[in-house]
């Protein structure tokens, strides 16, 4: 375990040769993420260097006491894998289906102890980039345990490592940390499963505002050279 950790150290300590060399990273907002305690760190997904680029984007202390969810059936089955998903993003395997309950409930110990937790709410890579539905395990962790929520949302990831790719392309990644959210004003009035529910809901809905306020101007509200935008109503 002694040496496992030393190499990670390694590995995180060397890492701004690649990701700031190879992939020209920009980190906006960095000041925005809590330097103690545990918190949940949310992100976009659109590709498996996403959790490596968040941690690459912390400073180191913080980044070596993180752990990243990471769905059991794509990451773990074979020792070589295994290894490297802890080497590169200290990964926790979660079932993502029947024993999602569990895997809750290890997640929920790691904040009770203190950890950084990367999480991806959308709970699969966007083929598009375009963000997708988030699920309520986020809200319902934060609740739980009353750890923030920070959203984050990472740019040029797409391109970085494209679906079915074997090796990364370079290309610019940035990545932009919003304002923490405080989940004690979205706790429900009641411990009645409907409230409960809705408070995960709402908290949802309100996390998924801000990553996608983080993100670049969408397409459709720029306009051409020359012309001014105008937003619709």
């Known amino acids: ?3 496992e950790i030393a190499i990670r150290r ?10 700031k060399g190879y992939w020209s990273m920009k980190i906006d907002g960095l000041e925005n993420v809590p330097r103690e305690g545990p918190m949940l760190l949310c992100g976009n997904h659109a590709s498996h260097l996403d959790a490596p680029a968040i941690l690459a984007a912390l400073p180191l202390d913080l980044s070596m006491r993180a752990f990243t969810a990471a769905a ?11 290894f490297a998903g802890r080497l590169a993003t200290n990964c926790l395997p979660i079932e993502r289906f029947a024993g999602f309950s569990r895997g809750l409930r290890e997640l929920e110990e790691v904040l009770l102890r203190g950890h950084p937790l990367v999480v991806f709410p959308e709970g699969r890579r966007s083929r598009t980039g375009a963000l997708l539905k988030f699920s309520d395990g986020p809200a319902m962790l934060s609740l739980r345990t009353g750890a923030p929520l920070v959203p984050i949302h990472l740019d040029g990831m797409l391109g970085a490592l494209k679906p079915g790719a074997v090796w990364p392309s370079p290309t610019r990644v940035r990545i932009r940390f919003g304002r923490p959210i405080d989940p004690a004003p979205h706790r429900p009035a009641d411990d009645a499963r409907d409230a409960r529910r809705t408070a995960y809901q709402r908290l949802t809905r309100r996390l998924r505002d801000a990553v996608e306020a983080l993100a670049e101007p969408p397409r459709s509200i720029l306009a051409p050279a020359g012309r001014p935008a105008v937003l619709q109503a």
């Open 10 to 19: 390694f590995w995180y300590a060397a890492r701004a040769l690649w990701w």
């Open 72 to 82: 059991r059936d794509v990451f773990y089955g074979h020792p070589l894998r295994n």
């Open 1 to 3: 375990m002694k040496t």
